[in-house]
């Protein structure tokens, strides 16, 4: 079976990034370019031997860079002073190691957001056909234009890709047309160019449009987005794989329901506060944000039906950010992060549990902050309250309690506004 190995070239000065350290070094979610990059490859089994080109000066800091990295199977290579020559050094690197047969797929150190799926389509596509490359369909009209700037030809849009890397090749054959090129003082601007010029076909396969170079500025924002989203996603996925939720009978049920309780002390000069109302009391509710026990008991429901977590996981007491919080603008911010994952409310209901003071003429006004927070109707929020009989900790006044049921549907139901 054919190995698989790869060079990336990030050798480059990134001059049009134009930003002080070289755009391979910049940041994205906290993490290098670099590492982005080379991570794809190490997450993947097939993958072999790895050829990083970097400038010659750089060879020690990109090391440092990648400190944090299993970089065994990585060979620093050296670069060249155009792309070109940097693939041809990393092809030298692993001339020992590949045979004619094996696969070397080329890809840009600048493309941090390659994702496994573009990755192992391109490879199986070399394996086939010996030569593959990904591009996506190009969205703008193309044309030719001559040296005053006149449209000379405007070309068939249909019959036009935007080519990205990865570009995968038998090993023989890229080495072939590299030696090739360099005899004839050709220089292409993609690893395929090469070897159409000694006569091979070359496979298409479909790219992505987030699979982008950094090239500019503006490249970095939009990488940032799509990285953001895409740990969202796989934050998501990995709190329900944690929870063993069975991905089948999820994807058959449309309604989840989650449980919520909360309890908080009661104590001297501090507001009471239920259901988003500053109910007049002698003693008030402590805690890190207003202490709201039924707004929590409801959110802690919410979060459980649709499977994300708790409060402490979303808004952690020990964030600063959330101490004297009004808990009725954190609910709103937990039924954007239900409404995002998917799901409408169906309804809540919840019940506070507290010895004194009697609760029911502040029961309306909570009803409306709740549904107003989650923008549902009011029908569909129900609260009551009970005293334990002056039993236990709720009874002896030292604390309130209060538990929330909610129920969730898949889709959007037509109360969401
Ligand atoms: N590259 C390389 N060696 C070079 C030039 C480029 O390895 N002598 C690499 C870059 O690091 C990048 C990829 O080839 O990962 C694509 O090149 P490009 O986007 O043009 O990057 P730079 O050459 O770094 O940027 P610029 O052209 O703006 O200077
Ligand atoms: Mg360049």
Known sequence: MANVYVIIPAAGAGNRM???TKKQYLKLCGSYVICHTLSVFLENDLIGNIALVVPEEDIDICRQVLEDMDCSNVLFVSGGVTRQESVYKGLVALESLADEEDIVVVHDGARPLLTQEVLIKTIDAAKAYGSAICAVKVKDTVKLIDERN???KTLPRDKLVAVQTPQAFKYGILKRAYKHAMRVGFLGTDDASLVENIGYDVHVVE???????LTTPEDMILAEEILKRREKI???KALSED?????QSEKNCNFRIGIGYDVHRLVENSLLILGGVEIPHRLGLEGHSDADVLVHAV???LLGAAGLGDIGMHFPDTDDKYKGAYSIDLLKKVGE?????????INIDAVIIA???RIAPYIPQMRSNISRALKISENVVNIKATTTEKLGFVGREEGIAAKSAAMLMKGRNKLDS
């Open 150 to 152: 006149i449209v000379a």
């Open 243 to 247: 929870r063993e939720i069975n991905l």
């Open 337 to 345: 992060i239900v409404f995002d994952s998917g799901y409408s409310v």
């Open 299 to 301: 959110m802690d429901a």
């Open 234 to 236: 796989k934050a998501c």
């Open 355 to 357: 010895q004194k003071p």
């Open 207 to 213: 790219g992505d449009y987030e699979n982008i170079k």
């Open 18 to 20: 134009k930003a002080k």
